[in-house]
């Protein structure tokens, strides 16, 4: 039984992969897309916690920042 994956291509065509390197290259995506997907919960996060922040806004406008 051999492996292969199936990839859905953005204008819907689906592409099935059945070489031996299909697999790395399905690993490195899915870390790729966690990584991106964690840098920009991250990036969120923390430009909405310095905006919210009264204080910070205060300060900023003080000339502290």
């Known amino acids: 039984m051999s492996k292969y994956y199936i990839i859905i291509a953005h204008d819907g065509t ?3 992969d059945a070489t031996s ?3 790395n290259r399905m ?3 899915d870390s790729a897309e966690r990584r991106y997907k964690r840098d ?7 430009h909405g916690k310095f905006a919210r922040n ?5 300060a900023g ?3 502290m920042i």
Do not use: F, H, S, T
């Open 14 to 16: 689906e592409v099935i």
């Open 21 to 23: 390197d299909a697999e």
């Open 27 to 29: 690993n490195a995506m």
């Open 40 to 46: 920009c919960e991250r990036r969120n996060k923390r």
């Open 54 to 58: 009264p204080l910070y806004r205060l």
């Open 61 to 63: 406008l003080c000339g």
